[in-house]
């Protein structure tokens, strides 16, 4: 493709407009498959997916496209509605603060602040929804150290659902 | 790894004012959650109904996946049941005939105890079936324990109903759709169950720990009172949990506490049972107000 648009013919929308939003939210149901657990081990699929698109391509939403997706994850999740909500949408603006600093930036760094986004916002669910009596918090930090694990994995994902714009 | 593209968009009003909207609207996003949060932290069952909205849509799809893992989890059996079934014949129809004898005397007993009852009066409170349904998913990712079950209002289940398995209880209804309902499991750290020792009915209470546990303390006053292996089940006060289900056996005990690992696993792929409440809500009691007497007369 060339690098200018002729006049009058419109530029093709690239697939991550609607496939960014649709992969969190299946990300976010991923909490259907059918285990009755007891503690909590399932990875936020949702909150990795928006974090690896918000990493691997910064404009592939708008910065307030957390809000509703939040509320999805909010009404599937067992969370109280409203924790995702406002939770994911700080990550994201703690990411969009962390451009503005750490502007030459390797994956390694990348992995680290999805890492400390993923920590931050599982906590925060932890007080928001369970008494702080609760004996949630090994289970917790299990949860929070395979979440991290598997977030390179989910960022490849996200560059690969998102190969049609290198292609053009 | 290059900078982003420039966060200033130009010079276009158009693309600066969009930018800066977007950023509104997220934080606009944001204390619209933090209201929605400090109405559902007050008043959980205050988006049920939307909440409910969710579980129709996605109900379906998890149970499509109950259904594949039960079809899968049940290969292994049914080979080997394949092979096995002439042998269990011969082995049940032997069984069968030394059964006989017992049976006639478990009639003859059963018959007895039902003159006898009558005789003292006693009123078998019922503990009817409402609905049997799957559980189908949970809030594996959350650290509260909810289940979905695969059956809500068109079926019978109402809110505050109690759910077991045959093996023992698993929780109670807190919400209920159409066809689905939201089971708040009794490990969940903000469950309570009242229990008694199977042994010589000490009163206690189980609460969930929120790791698959139970805590039971003793509703009375003393200490030093629970050993491993302690069994309890369901007292029936309160009027929820009908008595006699089992709840949950001691594994360890803490000075006043013991911790107890629950007799049921909801993970097992059983059905499971939904109750009507042991008691009733009370009827309203008639006001004294003489306008309402005719009403009442009228029903």
């Known amino acids: 493709m060339t690098d200018y648009i002729p006049l009058g013919r419109s530029e093709k929308i690239p697939r991550s407009v609607w496939l960014a939003p649709l992969s969190v939210v299946l990300g976010s149901m991923t909490v259907l498959l059918p285990i009755i657990a007891t503690v909590p081990f399932l990875p936020p699929f949702g909150l990795m997916m928006l974090l690896g698109w918000r990493l691997v391509r910064g404009d592939a939403m708008k910065v307030w496209m957390p809000v509703p997706l939040g509320f999805v994850d909010d009404m599937l999740s067992g969370q109280p509605l409203g924790s995702a909500m406002v939770l994911w949408t700080l990550a994201i603006l703690m990411v969009d603060v962390l451009d503005t600093r750490l502007v030459w930036r390797d994956f390694w760094q990348d992995w680290l602040i999805a890492s400390a986004a993923i920590g931050l916002v599982l906590i925060g669910g932890r007080l928001l929804a369970t008494p702080f009596s609760a004996h949630v918090d090994t289970a917790l930090l299990l949860q929070i150290v395979v979440s991290a694990a598997l977030f390179p994995v989910i960022a490849r994902f996200c560059a690969w659902l998102d190969r049609d714009k290198k292609r053009q | ?299």
């Open chain 2, 1 to 299: 790894m290059a900078p982003p593209r420039n966060r200033r968009p130009g010079f276009s009003r158009r693309a600066q004012y969009g930018l800066f909207l977007g950023y509104v609207g997220a934080v606009g996003g944001m204390l619209i959650g933090v209201a929605l949060l400090l109405l559902s932290t007050f008043n959980p069952p205050a988006f049920a109904a939307v909440r409910g909205f969710f579980s129709e849509i996605t109900t379906p799809v998890a149970s499509g996946l109950t259904w594949v893992r039960t079809s899968v989890a049940g290969v292994p059996g049914g080979v080997s049941s394949y092979w096995n079934v002439r042998g269990e014949n011969a082995r049940l129809k032997k069984q069968m005939a030394d059964d006989a004898l017992l049976v006639d005397r478990a009639r003859t007993l059963n018959q007895e105890n039902r003159h006898l009852r009558e005789m003292l009066k006693l009123r078998d409170v019922s503990t009817d079936a409402v609905a049997v349904a799957r559980l189908v998913a949970s809030s594996i990712g959350s650290t509260r324990r909810y289940a979905t079950l695969n059956a809500g209002g068109w079926q019978g289940v109402k809110s505050g109903q109690p759910v077991r398995q045959p093996d023992g209880l698993i929780g109670q209804v807190v919400e209920t759709s159409p066809n689905t309902a939201r089971v708040l499991l009794i490990v969940d750290s903000e469950s309570i169950v009242p229990v008694r020792r199977t042994r010589d009915g000490l009163p206690g209470i189980a609460t969930g720990r929120g790791d698959g546990l139970l805590d039971i303390r003793s509703a009375s006053v003393a200490t030093m009172i629970f050993q491993p292996g302690d069994s309890f089940v369901t007292s029936g006060t309160g009027g929820i949990f009908p008595p006699n289900i089992p709840v949950a056996r001691v594994i360890r005990t803490a000075r006043d506490i013991a911790v107890a690992a629950p007799s049921a696993n909801p993970d097992a792929l059983d059905f499971a049972l939904v109750q009507q409440t042991f008691l009733p809500e009370p009827t309203p009691t008639p006001s004294a107000s003489p306008s309402a007497k005719p009403a009442a007369q009228k029903k």
